[in-house]
């Protein structure tokens, strides 16, 4: 009686071991891929969120580099506003003119722009006229330049090197005070996540 020749195949057990590695080795894999994928989120969050942040400096770096001794005109037309100002009871944290609006389109308007900051409950909004000397029907166009913002603080230096948190200044309010512009502005953001920022702007004489 001949023997049956050895086929070569696999057993019952090699197959279930065999399976058995891989599901360990896919399960490996899945995870390392899972946290890959999750760094690499939490990765562009930050960098979104550090961009944001770098964006909203240099917009105020922009506009106090750029500040124009220009006054305006209050919305009754009965007296003016100071080129720059702190003044809560307007509403605004801050409100200055600056210079350097660009106007490719050709709009019918100056280069000169009316701007303010204010918090509004954990966003920074910037707004602006587009006209200087306003009047009540003038609409203004708001942009929120960053959100998770416990506070915003502008210091002001004076002429001999002290800092004060009003401008224009105690001592040169009144009609002195319409055109004058600090000698640097100290820009202090709190964030919820990063903490405190702050950034020293020097201010075209």
């Given at each position: 009686?001949?023997?049956?020749?050895?086929?070569?195949?696999?057993?019952?057990?090699?197959?279930?071991?065999?399976?058995?590695v891989?599901?360990?080795?896919?399960?490996?894999?899945?995870?390392?891929?899972?946290?890959?994928?999750?760094?690499?989120e939490?990765?562009?969050?930050?960098m979104?969120r550090?961009?944001?942040?770098?964006?909203?400096?240099?917009?105020?770096?922009?506009?106090?580099?750029?500040?124009?001794?220009?006054?305006?005109?209050?919305?009754?037309?009965?007296?003016?506003?100071?080129?720059l100002?702190?003044?809560?009871?307007?509403?605004?944290?801050?409100?200055?003119?600056?210079?350097?609006?660009?106007?490719?389109?050709?709009?019918?308007r100056?280069?000169?722009?009316r701007?303010?900051?204010?918090?509004?409950?954990?966003?920074?909004?910037?707004?602006?006229?587009?006209?200087?000397?306003?009047?009540?029907?003038?609409?203004?166009?708001?942009?929120?330049?960053?959100?998770?913002v416990?506070?915003?603080?502008?210091?002001?230096?004076?002429?001999?090197?002290?800092?004060?948190?009003?401008?224009?200044?105690?001592?040169?309010?009144?009609?002195?005070g319409?055109?004058?512009?600090?000698?640097?502005?100290?820009?202090?953001?709190?964030?919820?996540?990063?903490?405190?920022?702050?950034?020293?702007?020097?201010?075209?004489?």
């Amino acid at each position: 009686m001949r023997r049956r020749p050895d086929l070569g195949g696999f057993t019952l057990i090699e197959i279930l071991v065999a399976l058995a590695v891989f599901a360990v080795l896919s399960a490996l894999a899945y995870g390392t891929l899972g946290q890959t994928l999750t760094s690499a989120e939490i990765l562009s969050s930050r960098m979104d969120r550090l961009q944001a942040i770098q964006r909203t400096v240099q917009r105020i770096e922009q506009d106090m580099i750029q500040l124009a001794p220009r006054p305006v005109r209050s919305e009754l037309g009965d007296s003016y506003n100071p080129a720059l100002r702190t003044d809560f009871q307007s509403g605004f944290a801050l409100e200055l003119t600056r210079g350097g609006w660009n106007n490719p389109i050709a709009l019918p308007r100056g280069t000169l722009q009316r701007a303010a900051y204010r918090l509004e409950e954990d966003r920074l909004v910037r707004y602006h006229w587009n006209v200087l000397d306003r009047t009540l029907s003038n609409e203004m166009i708001g942009v929120t330049l960053l959100d998770d913002v416990d506070s915003v603080v502008f210091r002001f230096m004076l002429e001999n090197g002290e800092w004060t948190d009003q401008w224009p200044p105690p001592q040169r309010a009144g009609p002195l005070g319409l055109r004058i512009r600090p000698r640097a502005v100290q820009l202090v953001l709190t964030l919820v996540d990063e903490g405190e920022i702050t950034r020293l702007i020097e201010v075209s004489p």
